[in-house]
């Protein structure tokens, strides 16, 4: 099994910056793509951005240019570095890691963002 671990959220100001961190443990070599999804109150869970096995990234268009995801394998972590944050971007923030056919399969248990206008 994995064990995905998230840390960072917390309240801050818009405009300001936070990240958040993912540690990963257990069978970590069934880990491919990893990434993070948000929900806020009401709302679905949305993929916000993903890292794949390799390097490439993709984020969703609401955040691009403010956020950036990155991965150190070393450390079995995966990164997300929010600057600039708006009050839209209040939500929990999950860490998932998908499985060896592509499912998002490992999930954290999320981490609050809160973001004050």
């Known amino acids: 099994q994995v064990q995905l671990v998230e840390s960072g959220g917390g309240l801050v100001q818009a405009g300001e910056s936070l990240r958040l961190s993912c540690a990963a443990s257990?069978?970590?070599?069934?880990?491919?793509?990893m990434g993070w999804y948000r929900q806020a109150p009401g709302k679905q869970r949305d993929l916000v951005a993903v890292?794949?096995?390799?390097?490439?990234?993709n984020y969703a268009d609401s955040v691009k240019g403010r956020f950036t995801i990155s991965r150190d394998n070393a450390k079995n972590t995966v990164y997300l570095q929010m600057n600039s944050l708006k009050p839209e971007d209040t939500a929990v923030y999950y860490c998932a890691a998908t499985d060896g056919i592509g499912l998002w399969r490992y999930w954290g248990q999320g981490t609050q963002v809160t973001v004050s206008s």
């Open positions: 890292i794949r096995s390799g390097t490439s990234t």
């Open positions: 257990g069978s970590i070599f069934s880990i491919n793509d």
